[in-house]
Nanobody, 126 residues
């Protein structure tokens, strides 16, 4: 059974930090790149960050650049998202998703992601 399980969400004050984890199982993790997406209430889901293990490529949405850092532990089939200097506008449900490593289009193209987790809530209070 394919599973992506997010963890690490919670309630934090503005300026604080959280570390999200995405644990993958049931598929060939090394053949996939992982993206983090988020959906705030009343808004569309958007790409936050992406990592491709084959060449170490990482991408970030502009508003999180310099504050968030994505990393991968292939031995544990996990991807983490370290979120620092959190702002109230970072409040959202955060999802991780897997797309084939060979996909060379835009990393934010959500239909290209085969597997999705259930999401973890991040709430940043002002």
């Amino acid at each position: 059974e394919v599973q992506l399980v997010e963890s690490g969400g919670g309630l934090v004050q503005a300026g604080g930090s959280l570390r999200l984890s995405c644990a993958a199982s049931g598929f060939a993790f090394h053949e996939y790149a992982i993206g983090w997406f988020r959906q705030a209430p009343g808004k569309e889901r958007e790409g936050v960050s992406y990592i491709r293990g084959s060449d170490g490529s990482t991408y970030y949405e502009d508003s999180v650049t310099g504050r968030f850092a994505i990393s991968s532990d292939n031995a544990k089939n996990t991807v983490s998202l370290q979120m620092n200097s959190l702002k109230p506008e970072d409040t959202a449900v955060y999802y991780c998703a897997a797309t084939p490593m060979w996909y060379s289009g835009s990393w934010t193209n959500q239909p290209e992601y085969d597997y999705w987790g259930q999401g973890t809530q991040v709430t940043v209070s002002s």
